[in-house]
């Protein structure tokens, strides 16, 4: 099955820093790369994701890369904010398999002021 | 987007008994699923919930722990059977929307189970 690398588990950035969480995956057949933000205590949101036909895509201060030959995909906040702590989870599935989510580990991303 | 209720929200349980949690859509949906999160932990697939037919589990799941249900297309139940210490976690309900705009699994806002 399918197995999904998260790095790194914590995250400390200055407040308007760039933060970088990096995922790899082992199934070459996976075709959907969605990443959630998990705020304390509340259920996990989607806040963006990507699809194997495309490299690159963005969404204001958040933007995801995919490499598809190393299978591994990056999200990517620039202009950091304090609202941005929290733990983000990137995912892998193969969207003719029903969506069934495998998770990485997450990673505990906080913003200093 | 589909409005998922997930009920209860917490309760603390002795070992040894079961717990049932019931997830509710407000629209018909194929896919549910259930998640386990444990303390701290990320996200694992417990089942999918087929609509009409025994639930689907993964590897190092079972029925016999937890039973699932999917009577109809907006409605499912996890029962987490002879409860242990090692079964504190947060269930997690969740629904593949193919309507929606943007987002595509949408997840319950979970069931935080303490097993004393």
């Known amino acids: 099955g399918e197995n999904v690398e998260q790095h790194p588990s914590t995250l400390s950035v200055q407040e308007g820093d760039s933060a970088v969480i990096k995922c790899t995956y082992s199934?070459?057949?996976?075709?959907?790369f969605p990443w959630y933000k998990q705020e304390l205590g509340k259920r996990p949101q989607l806040i963006i994701d990507?699809?194997?036909?495309?490299g690159e895509k963005k969404d204001q201060r958040i933007a995801v890369t995919l490499n598809k030959t190393a299978k591994h995909f990056s999200l990517h906040i620039t202009e950091t904010q304090p609202e941005d702590s929290a733990v983000y989870f990137c995912?892998?599935?193969?969207?003719?398999?029903?969506?069934?989510?495998?998770f990485g580990g997450g990673t505990r991303v906080l913003v200093k002021p | 987007s589909a409005v998922i209720s997930q009920k209860p929200s917490r309760d603390i349980c002795q070992r040894g008994t079961s717990l049932t949690i019931q997830c509710q859509v407000d629209?018909?949906?194929?896919?549910m699923f259930w998640y386990r999160q444990q303390p701290g932990q990320s996200l694992t697939l417990i089942a999918t919930?087929?609509?009409?037919?025994?639930?689907?589990?993964e590897s190092g799941f079972v029925i016999d722990k937890f039973p699932i249900s999917r009577p109809n297309l907006t409605f499912s139940t996890l029962t987490v059977s002879n409860m242990s210490p090692e079964d504190s976690s947060i269930y997690l309900c969740?629904?593949?929307?193919?309507?929606?705009?943007?987002?595509?699994?949408?997840f319950g806002s979970g069931t935080q189970l303490s097993v004393l």
């Open positions: 969740s629904v593949e929307d193919v309507t929606a705009t943007n987002e595509k699994l949408f």
């Open positions: 199934d070459s057949a996976s075709n959907y």
């Open positions: 990507i699809r194997s036909n495309v």
């Open positions: 995912a892998a599935s193969r969207e003719a398999a029903g969506n069934k989510l495998t």
């Open positions: 629209s018909q949906v194929t896919m």
């Open positions: 919930a087929n609509q009409g037919s025994e639930a689907t589990y």
